[in-house]
């Protein structure tokens, strides 16, 4: 059994080549391949969830279910390609060259995604540099909005970064969450699939064998074939022994057979005076060992598979969360054999609550967006004030957004949770915004400001200050307690 370094470095090359090829799989698998409005992939789903573009495949080089996949070509490359069609400010695309650069080309497209400015939004200095983006970054600068006032979240909305560079950092922010999520789940699928064409064809193999009572067919031994090769592409390289023992014998006795169906009667020796009979026997006990040693190599990537598909687990933050501190972790290219991922929490949070939460994200800037229009923020200093239930529910929105990008997976989970139960207040909160703002700047107009103009969150209608930064105080007012306001 492979052990050690050796092992880690062949984990380390399959993880590869599969998420390459998985990407495109679970693509394909999903449905997602028609082209939307400007050249992006969509899935019709509510919420206006975009997909990074779908290869045109297949090739070469990786060949599955009888498809033949060349990731560079056929995944990168196209996607790569999209990405410099519509997002033409990006002008340093990496190249793929082959498996070792495939998924770190990945992550430095996902940092190019993204825009990158300073994090101190009211000097009104973006540094908007594209070439040199850091997806670290960019969540950094979001979560530092998030845990000032709401009005550095407005002051960066239209005095820096403007509304549309914010709606695209949230819109980049969601599409990278995704690739990731897309490329983990094809791999636990593709490890498990993998495992169990081998086993089924290895059975089938031996029970054809079996049932012909020694018949000269050639199908058996063309599965068997198809077993080493299944081995040898999608396993480690612990069944190497037996791959090394049983080839010789198929090529053998597929030579016999050949000659036996070529019509001559008797059994033809084999190379070392072997009879027909002798050689099946051999072929048995070959199937036999084969068999074996794929149950071990089986256990082996039973083992892999489970370390591979929990990184969403629930005492603490993934290798693969995109954290506030941490950005995309480097473990997503390095696939190192301690990764361990929880499927489940991985399909809960990766398909159903991360995309809803920046979907969110990306909704309170249109909302901002929208009620910012003839405000008082156009002169820079000024706060919501009170608000009542619009800045109370505004303020549990910020909340569920700083869980995203500060929080470990089961923290993003309860935030998923949170906007599954809210989520049809947004529509009321964008309204009852737009009338807030609306008679602040009439105030403001007329010189008669009330409520909280100062930078601070104001206290919430019929709780007191000291209640208001209590544990038992509304989420909202926990927020400025929380979070320096």
Same mark, same amino acid.
Request: proline residues 5%; contains cysteine.
């Given at each position: 059994?492979?052990?050690?370094?050796?092992?880690?470095?062949?984990?380390?090359?399959?993880?590869?080549?599969?998420?390459?090829?998985?990407?495109?799989?679970?693509?394909?698998?999903?449905?997602?391949?028609?082209?939307?409005?400007?050249?992006?992939?969509?899935?019709?789903?509510?919420?206006?969830?975009?997909?990074?573009?779908?290869?045109?495949?297949?090739?070469?080089?990786?060949?599955?279910?009888?498809?033949?996949?060349?990731?560079?070509?056929?995944?990168?490359?196209?996607?790569?390609?999209?990405?410099?069609?519509?997002?033409?400010?990006?002008?340093? $695309?990496?190249?793929?060259?082959?498996?070792?650069?495939?998924?770190?080309?990945?992550?430095?497209?996902?940092?190019?995604?993204?825009?990158?400015?300073?994090?101190?939004?009211?000097?009104?200095?973006?540094?908007?540099?594209?070439?040199?983006?850091?997806?670290?970054?960019?969540?950094?600068?979001?979560?530092?909005?998030?845990?000032?006032?709401?009005?550095?979240?407005?002051?960066?909305?239209?005095?820096?970064?403007?509304?549309?560079?914010?709606? $695209?950092?949230?819109?980049?922010?969601?599409?990278?969450?995704?690739?990731?999520?897309?490329?983990?789940?094809?791999?636990?699928?593709?490890?498990?699939?993998?495992?169990?064409?081998?086993?089924?064809?290895?059975?089938?193999?031996?029970?054809?064998?079996?049932?012909?009572?020694?018949?000269?067919?050639?199908?058996?031994?063309?599965?068997?074939?198809?077993?080493?090769?299944?081995?040898?592409?999608?396993?480690?390289?612990?069944?190497?022994?037996?791959?090394?023992?049983?080839?010789?014998?198929?090529?053998?006795?597929?030579?016999?057979?050949?000659?036996?169906?070529?019509?001559?009667?008797?059994?033809?020796?084999?190379?070392?005076?072997?009879?027909?009979?002798?050689?099946?026997?051999?072929?048995?006990?070959?199937?036999?060992?084969?068999?074996?040693?794929?149950?071990?190599?089986?256990?082996?990537?039973?083992?892999?598979?489970?370390?591979?598909?929990?990184?969403?687990?629930?005492?603490?933050?993934?290798?693969?969360?995109?954290?506030?501190?941490?950005?995309?972790?480097?473990?997503?290219?390095?696939?190192?054999?301690?990764?361990? $991922?929880?499927?489940?929490?991985?399909?809960?949070?990766?398909?159903?609550?991360?995309?809803?939460?920046?979907?969110?994200?990306?909704?309170?800037?249109?909302?901002?967006?929208?009620?910012?229009?003839?405000?008082?923020?156009?002169?820079?200093?000024?706060?919501?004030?009170?608000?009542?239930?619009?800045?109370?529910?505004?303020?549990?929105?910020?909340?569920?957004?700083?869980?995203?990008?500060?929080?470990?997976?089961?923290?993003?989970?309860?935030?998923?949770?949170?906007?599954?139960?809210?989520?049809?207040?947004?529509?009321?909160?964008?309204?009852?915004?737009?009338?807030?703002?609306?008679?602040?700047?009439?105030?403001?107009?007329?010189?008669?400001?009330?409520?909280?103009?100062?930078?601070?969150?104001?206290?919430?209608?019929?709780?007191?200050?000291?209640?208001?930064?209590?544990?038992?105080?509304?989420?909202?007012?926990?927020?400025?307690?929380?979070?320096?306001?």
């Amino acid at each position: 059994m492979v052990t050690g370094d050796d092992y880690e470095n062949r984990l380390a090359e399959y993880v590869r080549k599969i998420a390459e090829a998985a990407i495109r799989w679970q693509l394909d698998d999903w449905g997602f391949g028609q082209e939307a409005s400007g050249g992006r992939v969509g899935n019709g789903e509510p919420g206006g969830v975009v997909w990074p573009p779908i290869a045109d495949g297949p090739t070469a080089d990786i060949t599955y279910e009888g498809e033949t996949i060349n990731p560079g070509r056929d995944v990168y490359q196209p996607w790569f390609r999209s990405i410099e069609r519509h997002f033409a400010c990006f002008k340093e $695309i990496p190249d793929p060259k082959g498996f070792d650069a495939g998924v770190a080309a990945i992550e430095k497209a996902l940092t190019m995604f993204t825009l990158h400015g300073q994090t101190d939004v009211r000097n009104g200095e973006s540094g908007f540099t594209p070439s040199d983006g850091s997806l670290t970054g960019n969540i950094q600068v979001v979560a530092d909005a998030l845990a000032g006032q709401t009005s550095d979240m407005v002051l960066m909305y239209t005095k820096t970064y403007g509304p549309m560079k914010m709606t $695209i950092l949230f819109e980049n922010l969601r599409q990278a969450v995704l690739v990731a999520n897309c490329a983990l789940l094809a791999e636990q699928k593709m490890w498990h699939r993998a495992r169990e064409d081998v086993i089924a064809l290895a059975r089938d193999a031996e029970t054809s064998f079996n049932a012909r009572g020694g018949e000269s067919k050639i199908s058996p031994w063309n599965c068997i074939l198809a077993v080493a090769e299944a081995v040898k592409e999608l396993l480690p390289k612990a069944a190497n022994d037996a791959l090394n023992k049983a080839l010789p014998i198929v090529k053998t006795a597929t030579d016999l057979l050949t000659a036996n169906e070529g019509g001559n009667p008797d059994p033809v020796p084999a190379l070392d005076g072997s009879s027909h009979l002798e050689v099946e026997d051999s072929l048995v006990a070959a199937i036999g060992d084969l068999k074996e040693r794929i149950h071990v190599a089986e256990d082996l990537v039973h083992d892999m598979s489970r370390q591979m598909v929990q990184a969403m687990r629930t005492e603490g933050p993934s290798p693969f969360h995109i954290h506030g501190s941490v950005g995309l972790s480097k473990k997503f290219t390095d696939a190192a054999a301690e990764i361990r $991922i929880d499927v489940d929490v991985l399909r809960r949070v990766g398909t159903a609550y991360v995309p809803d939460v920046v979907w969110v994200a990306a909704k309170a800037v249109d909302i901002m967006m929208d009620a910012a229009g003839d405000g008082p923020w156009e002169r820079g200093d000024w706060s919501v004030g009170d608000g009542g239930r619009a800045r109370g529910a505004f303020n549990d929105l910020l909340e569920v957004i700083y869980t995203f990008v500060n929080s470990s997976g089961a923290e993003m989970v309860e935030a998923g949770s949170i906007l599954a139960e809210h989520a049809g207040a947004i529509g009321d909160v964008d309204q009852q915004i737009g009338e807030h703002l609306d008679e602040t700047a009439q105030e403001v107009d007329e010189g008669t400001p009330s409520g909280d103009v100062s930078p601070q969150l104001a206290p919430q209608p019929g709780v007191s200050a000291d209640q208001q930064y209590s544990d038992d105080a509304p989420i909202h007012g926990r927020l400025a307690s929380r979070l320096g306001g």
